[in-house]
């Protein structure tokens, strides 16, 4: 695998440039390519990851010429001749969230990503780098091996059936032949674009901390304290490297809780598994995760408000609704809201 991976940056503001060269500077296996709209060929300039600014018809170029369209119309130009290569698309507007984050037109649309710019200027460094690496990976996946593409994710043996369940029926035999563009569905960008927005993105079969804290029954600030007791539960598959926060495995967080209880517990004090961590690490009643609703211990999941959909806490099921107007998938945990009393 070439380690070094190359940026194409196409940009009207050539402002711009001084963040390019600061980000190779910080990460020096990126290289970067920093293109006015105009001077960029679509069949000379090939890179592992293409960055486009969308209003590309803002500043002219040395020549006084502007350029005519958005990015996300040559965003669409370049799919056609490099269909396996990810597509960044960077804004200074705030990109919206969804329920569990980034749920972007990116989902559906022509590009891989949608990203607000001052992203790039924090940690751009990184999650360029590391995502156009891991689409790598995904490239240099043997196309028919679906086990393989299920690898990607570094699954303990038991989660690959249900993993190769959850996958989209266009990937199940495998990923589709580079040169077969009109089957661009099941290619290697299809199953990022899933990995990053479904799979990691969506709490089932890894979780964020709140989740994670929520599932071993304490608040998450006292999770992430004892986040040492769980390291072997961390999700270190394809995309993690990008990531600002980390994620665990929720099947491999429930071994660790058993097996604490196993070792820690007699046998009497090991019938509610949400009482588990309260016992071993002898845990003080502010510490044990509760319901936002009802103040009760031992809440089992997590929902978002209503009202406000980026706020999430702790619920018990009979204190929240599964939202019926949201996509629930299979082998996902279900979407939940609540509702504070008037
Ligand atoms: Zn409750």
């Not at 960044?88 to 919206?96: A, H, I, N, S």
């Not at 099921?317 to 009393?341: A, G, T």
Request: aromatic share 12%; net charge negative.
């Amino acid at each position: 695998m070439n380690l070094k991976q190359k940026l194409i940056w196409i940009d009207d503001d050539k402002d711009h440039q001084k963040d390019a060269t600061l980000i190779m500077k910080k990460q020096e296996h990126l290289e970067i390519i920093f293109l006015h709209p105009n001077k960029f060929k679509i069949t000379e300039h090939c890179g592992h990851i293409y960055l486009l600014d969308d209003r590309l018809f803002q500043k002219e170029d040395e020549d006084q010429i502007a350029f005519d369209k958005r990015g996300l119309n040559l965003a669409a130009d370049i799919r056609i001749d490099h269909p396996e290569f990810p597509i960044y698309l960077f804004t200074t507007d705030k990109v919206p969230k969804g329920v569990f984050g980034v749920l972007s037109q990116a989902s559906e649309g022509l590009t891989d990503s949608i990203i607000e710019f001052k992203s790039i200027q924090r940690n751009g460094h990184i999650f360029l780098y590391h995502d156009s690496l891991d689409y790598e990976r995904i490239r240099n996946t043997e196309r028919k091996n679906v086990e393989a593409m299920v690898n990607l994710l570094h699954p303990q043996s038991f989660e690959k059936d249900e993993i190769f369940l959850a996958i989209p029926q266009v990937l199940k035999n495998g990923l589709s032949d580079p040169s077969d563009i009109e089957n661009s569905q099941g290619n290697t960008n299809f199953y990022g674009k899933w990995i990053r927005n479904v799979f990691l993105q969506f709490p089932g079969f890894v979780y964020d901390s709140l989740f994670s804290a929520t599932c071993v029954g304490m608040m998450e600030s006292v999770f992430l304290s004892k986040k040492g007791e769980f390291k072997d539960a961390h999700y270190n598959g394809i995309f993690s490297n990008s990531r600002d926060n980390c994620l665990w495995w929720k099947s491999q967080l429930k071994r660790i809780l058993y097996r604490l209880a196993n070792d820690k517990l007699p046998i009497e004090e090991r019938d509610n598994p949400y009482t588990f961590s309260e016992k071993i690490f002898h845990l003080k009643d502010s510490e044990v995760s509760r319901c936002a609703l009802c103040g009760e211990k031992y809440p089992k999941t997590v929902a978002y408000n209503k009202d406000d959909e980026e706020e999430r806490q702790p619920v018990h099921f009979h204190c929240s609704e599964v939202d019926e107007k949201k996509e629930n998938r299979l082998y996902f945990d279900e979407i939940r809201f609540f509702e504070y009393p008037e």
